[in-house]
């Protein structure tokens, strides 16, 4: 069993391009799935013929007794029947083992996002007298101009980047590429930032600041030492801004991705045109936003019609 779940991370990573991420997520939950099948199988190995959907049941009931989510469980079923059309279609099995199951019917929450004044306080936050102020300015302004996934920006090159034509060349999930317009006030924050990206190419100065990071020269962002800057700084920058400029709690770097994406919406834009921007691959995936402007609406009524 664990050599089929081997070749299909593989398949997943080579033929699929699936992200890091995702084949952890995947070789996390299957391996166990694995783990317990072998449980009921002992004293012997669990087979390919301990995998049906009456197992699978079981495994998902045990978890879920144990505290899983309805999100979670659907996580999980969808790893699974992933895993399960894999081994039909390579002849391993005849049929699809998860195929009967039902997903649970998990809540769909709104995106946590910030209003158009939040994000301008948000925006106004970094010191705009500082190098690394100014970076950080850039990237705020980048994020919310774009709607760029985290991985999406820590990732980006210089060459990605056309100041004058105000063009973004983005490598998004599956290695999709997509082309991004930004806006002027994002140009000009890049451009401010610009001048400062040889100094902190160079690294620390002083003696004891610490080890220099393995120098990235093509990365748009630096670190202070001159390396690319990490998901987890840029995470840990946009939580501490977020605080200091007294908006809601809770805003990370995917919730400004949801503040573009709302606030677009909630000036008009068509949602065909938000799905290709953020570079979802269904539209269902984009109708999440329909929620927060059915939430706007609903305020709107409750303001203005004279028996709401």
């Known amino acids: 069993m664990r050599e089929h779940l081997q070749s299909f991370l593989e398949y997943l990573r080579y033929n699929r391009n699936a992200s890091a991420h995702t084949v952890a997520a995947y070789r996390s939950d299957l391996s166990q799935l694995i783990a317990f099948l072998d449980r009921r199988a002992a004293p012997r190995p669990a087979g390919l013929s301990d995998l049906d959907h009456r197992t699978i049941r079981a495994f998902l009931g ?19 029947r992933s895993f399960g059309r894999y081994l039909r279609r390579a002849g391993h099995v005849e049929q699809d083992p998860g195929a009967p199951l039902q997903a649970p019917r998990v809540e769909r929450k709104m995106p946590a996002h910030l209003d158009e004044a939040g994000m301008r306080q948000l925006l106004d936050a970094p010191d705009p007298a500082t190098a690394l102020g100014r970076r950080d300015h850039a990237i705020l302004e980048l994020f919310y101009a774009t709607g760029l996934r985290l991985s999406e920006l820590v990732g980006l090159n210089l060459e990605q980047v056309n100041l004058s034509g105000r063009l973004l060349r983005v490598r998004g999930k599956g290695g999709k590429e997509r082309m991004l317009p930004f806006n002027r006030s994002a140009a000009e924050a890049i451009r401010r930032y610009l001048p400062d990206r040889p100094g902190l190419l160079a690294g620390p100065a002083h003696p004891h600041a610490g080890q220099a990071a393995a120098a990235a020269p093509d990365a748009l962002f630096l670190n202070y030492r001159g390396g690319r800057l990490s998901a987890r700084s840029v995470d ?14 809770g805003i990370s770097p995917h919730a400004l991705r ?6 677009l919406l909630e000036r008009g834009a068509d949602l065909r045109a938000i799905q290709e921007l953020l570079g979802h691959s269904r539209i269902s995936t984009t109708q999440r936003y329909t929620h927060v402007n059915a939430a706007q609406l609903t305020r709107q009524y409750k303001k203005f019609h004279p028996r709401a």
């Open 62 to 80: 045990e978890l879920y007794a144990r505290g899983d989510t309805g999100a979670s469980t659907a996580r999980r079923l969808a790893a699974i």
């Open 236 to 249: 840990r920058l946009v939580r501490r801004y977020v605080a200091a400029s007294s908006v809601r709690t």
């Open 258 to 263: 949801h503040s573009f994406a709302t606030h």
